[in-house]
T-cell receptor, first 116, second 110 residues
Framework: NAGVMQNPRHLVRRRGQEARLRCSPMKGHSHVYWYRQLPEEGLKFMVYLQKENIIDESGMPKERFSAEFPKEGPSILRIQQVVRGDSAAYFC??????????????FGEGSRLTVL | GQNIDQPTEMTATEGAIVQINCTYQTSGFNGLFWYQQHAGEAPTFLSYNVLDGLEEKGRFSSFLSRSKGYSYLLLKELQMKDSASYLCAVPYTGGFKTIFGAGTRLFVKA
């Protein structure tokens, strides 16, 4: 019973390149959340998705960042034209289908992006 | 809006008891979570409180006072492996996200 799977675990990009981070939620979970964590800081909410729908993207930067969760396949967080400030750990979390947000989150191991 | 405050760092001795406090401000209330995060690893769920009082789970207990907007995590019989960050988190009542505090880094020394 696999947990939340994220890949790549580590990604190095040069300024201006694109970064794609993938997340497969736990089996049976249909809610995916992306969080960003800078060194020595807490988790900052970015986006919440259900299959084929973005529900809440209030934490996403308006430019260069996008997320999707297609009907088939993993959720993808895409960062275009990366800058050094994008260097961080990006965590994906999933939760089972619930009517309200009272469920615990199950986190993946994170993808650590380093921008040179 | 929502705001969560917790101390940045704490140090305690192996075998001792430590209490990590968390205060929150929220327009509504839908429960409070505590997560543990070891350096370089994923956060893992520790506890969830929605009613006032103390919830005990082995060496870890979590307390909630809704009227005071206050929670604490109590760790007993500290072990070196308890050195980690402890994150206080509340679901955002205006939407579907969970808001996390900055975390308290706990150092357990021998």
């Amino acid at each position: 019973n696999a947990g939340v799977m994220q890949n790549p675990r580590h990604l190095v990009r040069r300024r201006g390149q694109e970064a794609r981070l993938r997340c497969s939620p736990m089996k049976g979970h249909s809610h995916v959340y992306w969080y960003r964590q800078l060194p020595e800081e807490g988790l900052k909410f970015m986006v919440y998705l259900q299959k084929e729908n973005i529900i809440d993207e209030s934490g996403m930067p308006k430019e260069r960042f996008s997320a999707e969760f297609p009907k088939e396949g993993p959720s993808i967080l895409r960062i275009q034209q990366v800058v050094r400030g994008d260097s961080a750990a990006y965590f994906c979390a999933s939760s089972p289908l619930r009517r309200s947000n009272t469920g615990e989150l199950f986190f993946g191991e994170g993808s650590r992006l380093t921008v040179l | 809006g929502q705001n969560i405050d917790q101390p940045t760092e704490m140090t305690a001795t192996e075998g001792a008891i430590v209490q990590i406090n968390c205060t929150y401000q929220t327009s509504g209330f839908n429960g409070l979570f505590w997560y543990q995060q070891h350096a370089g690893e994923a956060p893992t769920f520790l506890s969830y409180n929605v009613l006032d009082g103390l919830e005990e789970k082995g060496r870890f207990s979590s307390f909630l006072s809704r009227s005071k907007g206050y929670s604490y995590l109590l760790l007993k019989e500290l072990q070196m492996k308890d050195s980690a960050s402890y994150l206080c988190a509340v679901p955002y009542t205006g939407g579907f996200k969970t808001i996390f505090g900055a975390g308290t880094r706990l150092f357990v020394k021998a």
